[in-house]
């Protein structure tokens, strides 16, 4: 089983947090569309005819695509891929596009899974963060999202943003499981370099939240999600059973995918692929020329993605995979890099899988980091 991305590198305003890849030149869209169908078409041998589970849309802003767009680039993958009976096929999208005209159109797709970008149910927040849609918006596209069919729905949410406490956090989900979402990505703000609240928090435009309050935030995150009956299933991700994301769940077991557009990722199993990032590269350059890296994976390489991804997930890392997958001297390795943190309880162990407990769940960036292998 397989997996494609398509990244829609549009966006109708720069959110001031995100650096992702996206282009605000929507008058392109026709042309990046009919460039995006050759890629397809041109790398249809990629996944080797494996069978395609599942399809994302994602962005930038897919919402931008009208419905005959999405299905015109759906008809193309059916054409060329071998696609499984019932696979999940996710589109991203903004809370203002989601009018109820555009939720009708979607239903016409085999979009059978959205991904809304709530961010948070405040005004001042979004505004904060320079979103384009209100907190009313965010709030009645779940709802007319429902009642046009979609039930597969997961929301994004921001939490630790500047000036945010415990209690507003907590009225954030309150809300969420109002809405009864099945699914949820929760991300805790992060500075990334470029973007303007990397700007605002070097000249004291915007004050970073303390440790104590990031970690009350986390805690509070976790205690919902326990008694709201959602599965913390990977370090920012929750699911009522039966909603967890089989695309990310594919990424995170090492399934193969196709990623198109620019700056879109693939892998094959031994080699990770990139295509260009930028859009006027991509709109210029033939089909054929569109890969600018391949990065073959050594067995260290392949380790080392393996645990980053496994430790963050509730299946752990299993050590009869990496013997089986690496071979005896990287288990040995983990073995002793593991150690420690299983007497400090930031990991524990259940036969052949280690996880990270809540302790550890705290400080995960620190113990990949170590586990590591340079
Ligand atoms: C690629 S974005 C696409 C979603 C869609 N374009 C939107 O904005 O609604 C995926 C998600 O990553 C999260 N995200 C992006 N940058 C972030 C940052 N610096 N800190 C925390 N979360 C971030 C946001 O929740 C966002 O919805
Ligand atoms: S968060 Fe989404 S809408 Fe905002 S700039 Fe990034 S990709 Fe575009």
């Not at 709530?118 to 009645?140: C, G, P, V, W």
């Not at 399934?255 to 080699?271: C, V």
């Not at 150690?339 to 990949?368: A, M, N, P, Q, W």
Request: net charge positive; proline share 2%; hydrophobic share 35%.
């Amino acid at each position: 089983m397989a997996g494609i991305y398509l990244h829609i590198p549009f966006c109708k305003k720069k959110c001031f947090y995100c650096d992702f890849y996206v282009s605000l030149a929507l008058r392109h869209k026709a042309a990046f569309i009919e460039k995006l169908k050759k890629e397809l078409k041109y790398r249809k041998k990629f996944l080797n005819k494996e069978t395609v589970q599942t399809i994302y849309f994602g962005g930038g802003t897919p919402s931008v695509l009208s419905g005959n767009e999405i299905s015109d680039i759906i008809a193309v993958i059916y054409e060329h891929f071998s696609v499984a009976q019932k696979p999940e096929i996710t589109l991203e999208a903004n809370p203002d596009d989601l009018s109820k005209e555009y939720l009708k159109e979607l239903k016409t797709t085999k979009i059978n899974r959205l991904s809304i970008g709530i961010q948070s149910f405040f005004d001042d927040d979004l505004k904060l963060m320079n979103r384009r849609h209100t907190a009313k918006e965010a709030y009645d596209c779940v709802v007319n999202a429902k009642s046009a069919g979609f039930l597969n729905i997961t929301g994004d949410l921001i939490y630790g943003l500047p000036k945010m406490d415990g209690e507003k956090w907590q009225k954030n989900l309150t809300i969420f499981s109002q809405l009864e979402i099945p699914h949820l990505s929760a991300y805790h703000l992060t500075y990334e370099q470029g973007t303007v609240f990397y700007k605002f928090r070097k000249n004291g435009k915007i004050l970073e939240i303390g440790e104590e309050n990031s970690e009350e935030q986390f805690r509070l995150l976790r205690k919902f999600a326990q008694a709201n009956g959602y599965e913390h299933y990977e370090i920012s991700n929750f699911a009522k059973p039966g909603y967890y994301s089989q695309h990310n769940s594919a990424y995170w077991q090492e399934k193969k995918y196709l990623g198109l557009g620019p700056s879109a990722h693939s892998y094959n199993g031994s080699q990770r692929i990139k295509n260009s990032a930028l859009l006027k590269e991509y709109l210029n350059c033939e089909a054929k020329d569109l890969t600018q890296e391949i990065e073959n994976l050594s067995k260290k390489d392949k380790y080392n993605e393996y645990i980053i991804t496994s430790l963050r997930t509730i299946w752990g890392v299993s050590t009869k995979k990496i013997t089986q997958s690496y071979g005896i001297h990287f288990t040995e390795k983990f073995y002793k890099n593991i150690r420690k943190y299983i007497d400090t309880g930031h990991i524990v162990r259940e036969c052949d899988k280690f996880s990270l407990t809540e302790k550890g769940l705290f400080i995960s960036d620190k113990i990949t980091e170590d586990l590591y292998l340079i």
